[in-house]
């Protein structure tokens, strides 16, 4: 399969601290995704780096990828209440004829203030 | 504020009944995915269409499940008949496939359609 899986499954932290999610894949990927999800909600785009890419930064946000470990962490710092959501990773494959976006599991991050 | 609307937002319904789900994709997408959320399963991608054209369904219980696109402002998944096992949220996204490459980018969510199947 080539769904991402998301480590932790679930995470508490304090208002401040800095936030890191990893993400692991099982096939060859064009581009590595992580939304988030606030309860109830669709999901929200964050940021999206490249097979060919190591890091990305947007604001508060870090995302690494290795693809030699088929592995990538998204890093929040400096975490909100309001960072509090469901991230997930989604990939697409460079196997499949067309764009599959698959996504993994998720982690549930909770900022308590 | 372009966004992908989906209706209905929650519906309840009896087993055996059809229900259907519409999705208005962004003006100017050319790909559609249709997913399906539980606690259990997670995200599970039901079907994809590019340009309106149907490339994967495989992720549908092909004897209950359809999903067409009659034109480029409307996607709609179909369950008929519906079953218990089917209550979950059914998301629609769109995005912009510039090439025929398998390289996506930003997929853009609604916000879901809550079915709930007693």
């Known amino acids: 399969s080539q769904q991402g899986e998301e480590d932790p499954q679930a995470l508490s932290i304090q208002e401040g601290e800095n936030a890191t999610m990893n993400c692991s894949y099982k096939?060859?990927?064009?581009?590595l995704q992580w939304y988030r999800q606030n309860s109830g909600r669709g999901l929200v785009h964050l940021i999206l780096?490249?097979?060919?890419?190591r890091e990305k930064h947007s604001g508060r946000l870090r995302v690494t990828l290795d693809t030699s470990k088929k592995s990538s962490s998204l890093l929040i710092t400096a975490s909100r209440a309001a960072d509090t959501a469901s991230y997930f990773c989604?990939?697409?494959?460079?196997?499949?004829?067309?764009?599959?976006?698959?996504f993994g599991p998720g982690t549930s991050l909770s900022v308590i203030p | 504020d372009a966004r992908v609307t989906q209706t209905p937002r929650h519906k309840v319904t009896e087993m055996g009944q059809e229900v259907t789900m519409r999705c208005q994709p962004i003006?100017?997408?050319?790909?559609v995915f249709w997913y399906r959320q539980t606690m259990m399963q997670g995200l599970e991608l039901l079907a994809y269409?590019?340009?309106?054209?149907?490339?994967?369904d495989s992720g549908m219980p092909k004897d209950r499940f359809s999903a067409e696109m009659p034109d480029a402002t409307l996607a709609t998944l179909k369950i008929q008949p519906s079953e218990p096992r089917d209550s979950a949220v059914y998301f629609c996204?769109?995005?912009?496939?510039?090439?025929?490459?398998?390289?996506?980018?930003?997929?853009?969510f609604g916000e879901g359609s809550r079915l709930t199947v007693l």
């Open positions: 996204a769109s995005g912009l496939n510039r090439n025929r490459e398998s390289d996506t980018g930003e997929l853009f």
């Open positions: 096939t060859s990927i064009n581009n």
């Open positions: 780096i490249r097979s060919n890419e």
């Open positions: 989604a990939t697409d494959s460079m196997r499949a004829s067309y764009d599959k976006v698959i």
């Open positions: 003006l100017g997408h050319n790909t």
């Open positions: 269409f590019r340009n309106r054209a149907p490339l994967d």
